[in-house]
């Protein structure tokens, strides 16, 4: 049985950070693309930041670029995502993703696992 769950959510004040995590169960791990994803409320499910199946491939949404940095560790069976300075508009809940296509997952917006989410807010 496949399992993502992601801890490290929380409260943080703007300009601050946090970095989430998301551990995985049940597959081949470094054979899977990864992805994190956000929802806030009334608002669509977008994609945050997506990572090839060895680390060497990303991309990231432009409202992300220079501020998260998403990251695995294939041995830990782990993915990560660092995020700095964050703004209120990044408030949400974060999911993550794993599909067998890098770009289902960044381009295409779809997985075929998901994690259950961990809520952000960034008070200002």
């Known amino acids: 049985q496949v399992q993502l769950v992601e801890s490290g959510g929380g409260l943080v004040q703007a300009g601050g950070s946090l970095r989430l995590s998301c551990a995985a169960s049940?597959?081949?791990?470094?054979?899977?693309?990864m992805a994190w994803f956000r929802q806030a409320p009334g608002k669509e499910r977008e994609v945050v930041a997506a990572?090839?199946?060895?680390?060497?491939?990303?991309s990231y949404d432009d409202s992300v670029k220079g501020r998260f940095t998403i990251s695995r560790d294939n041995v830990k069976n782990r993915m990560f995502l660092q995020m700095n300075s964050l703004k209120p508009e990044d408030t949400a809940v974060y999911y993550c993703?794993?599909?067998?296509?890098?770009?289902?997952?960044?381009?295409?917006?779809?997985?075929?696992?998901w994690g259950q989410g961990t809520q952000v807010t960034v008070s200002s």
């Open positions: 049940g597959l081949t791990f470094s054979t899977w693309a």
């Open positions: 990572i090839g199946q060895g680390g060497g491939r990303t």
């Open positions: 993703a794993a599909d067998r296509s890098y770009n289902d997952l960044f381009w295409g917006l779809r997985g075929d696992y």
